[in-house]
T-cell receptor
Framework: DAGVTQSPTHLIKTRGQQVTLRCSPK?????VSWYQQALGQGPQFIFQ???????QRGNFPDRFSGHQFPNYSSELNVNALLLGDSALYLC???????????FGPGTRLTVL | AQSVTQLDSQVPVFEEAPVELRCNYS??????LFWYVQYPNQGLQLLLK??????LVKGINGFEAEFNKSQTSFHLRKPSVHISDTAEYFC????????????FGAGTRLAVHP
């Protein structure tokens, strides 16, 4: 059984650009959360999707948006990139509202 | 709002020595508690979790943690560490009714030396 996968592994963008990050689930896992992990810090919750709807959102601006597809895969979109958006972006899957989340390896975004 | 404090940003220790990584949380409601490990250039792996019941929780790789409600703590311990335990360790909570939104501490870097 494949685990959670994310693409791309690394990404370099310039300020003002837009970026799309992708995440695919473990088999049978239908709820996805996205986290931002700045260098030297713990992950911070961005939002969670269930049944293709945003169920919960953290303290992130509207420049951060997401999507969940019928096959439960997900995208994170960030518009008008800022230098401060440089971070490791992690997605995590769970089954419904279960307590255990399984994380992907992350996408390292660098904004120049 | 809930918060998690990891009291040590770095913990150096020699191989085969015991280690304790400290975690305190603030919450007026019940929470679920977790420890995750992050190896270099990798995502997060669940070490152990406390949901209810016995306050001593055993996890993978020989780690265990003890939930102390009166002190709002959830310290992680291992009696004998290996070089391969070198990693970043994160304590996290899920507040009740939070759709399992994880709130993380800032992390503790465990460095095991030969």
């Amino acid at each position: 059984d494949a685990g959670v996968t994310q693409s791309p592994t690394h990404l370099i963008k310039t300020r003002g650009q837009q970026v799309t990050l992708r995440c695919s689930p473990k088999s049978g896992h239908d709820t996805v959360s996205w986290y931002q992990q700045a260098l030297g810090q713990g992950p911070q919750f961005i939002f969670q999707y269930y049944e293709e709807e945003e169920r919960q959102r953290g303290n992130f601006p509207d420049r951060f948006s997401g999507h969940q597809f019928p096959n439960y895969s997900s995208e994170l979109n960030v518009n008008a990139l800022l230098l401060g958006d440089s971070a490791l972006y992690l997605c995590a899957y769970q089954i419904g509202s279960s307590d255990t989340q399984y994380f992907g390896p992350g996408t390292r975004l660098t904004v120049l | 709002a809930q918060s998690v404090t990891q009291l040590d940003s770095q913990v150096p220790v020699f191989e085969e020595a015991p280690v304790e990584l400290r975690c305190n949380y603030s919450s007026s409601v019940s929470v679920y508690l977790f420890w995750y490990v992050q190896y270099p250039n990798q995502g997060l792996q669940l070490l152990l979790k406390y949901l209810s019941g016995s306050t001593l929780v055993k996890g993978i790789n020989g780690f265990e943690a003890e939930f102390n409600k009166s002190q709002t703590s959830f310290h992680l311990r291992k009696p004998s560490v290996h070089i391969s335990d070198t990693a970043e360790y994160f304590c996290a909570v899920i507040p009740s009714g939070g759709y399992n939104k994880l709130i993380f501490g800032a992390g503790t870097r465990l460095a095991v030396h030969p």
